[in-house]
């Protein structure tokens, strides 16, 4: 038996609101094919107590989340965003499921480029970092040099 495919585009559940994180964990947690129990056990947690995040019953700690977001292998920061680009769709028949979830390439492309435009900024500013310690350390000996010659 055929079921029509069902598509939810962006963050949004069948309502139309923004999808709330514990639902965005559930969905893709069944689109990786990983069940409760195992999404549980890497999480070192009762199945009972994951399922109640699943349902949104227990706030989350970002801690928890960010142990969420390993397994589900993705950055903490795509699952509490609200990425209007998200497409999830689901087909099912008598013989096979299939699941799709995407992101928007050109959104895919510009989070690399300013992740790695982070990553330089970073750099940078460890470096401007080490040469003002290294000025102030010139600095302090100048002015020890200068007593010195002072006092003689």
Do not use: C
């Not at 129990?37 to 399922?51: D, I, P, R, T």
Request: glycine share 4%.
């Amino acid at each position: 038996m055929y079921k029509t495919p069902t598509t939810s585009i962006g963050n949004t559940n069948q309502q139309g609101s923004l999808m709330k994180v514990h639902e965005k964990i559930r969905k893709i947690r069944e689109l990786k094919n990983f069940s409760q129990e195992n999404m549980a056990e890497q999480l070192q947690m009762s199945v009972n107590g994951y399922a109640k995040i699943e349902r949104g019953e227990v706030g989350l700690q970002m801690d928890k989340l960010e142990k969420i977001a390993d397994v589900l292998g993705m950055d903490v920061v795509d699952l509490l965003s609200v990425d209007k680009s998200l497409v999830f769709l689901n087909m099912e028949n008598s013989t096979n499921s299939t699941n799709y979830y995407a992101a928007q390439e050109q959104y895919v492309i510009e989070i690399e480029k300013l992740k790695q435009q982070n990553s330089y900024i970073q750099a940078m500013l460890i470096e401007k970092e080490k040469l003002i310690a290294w000025q102030k350390q010139q600095l302090d000996a100048l002015t020890e040099l200068l007593k010195t010659v002072g006092k003689e």
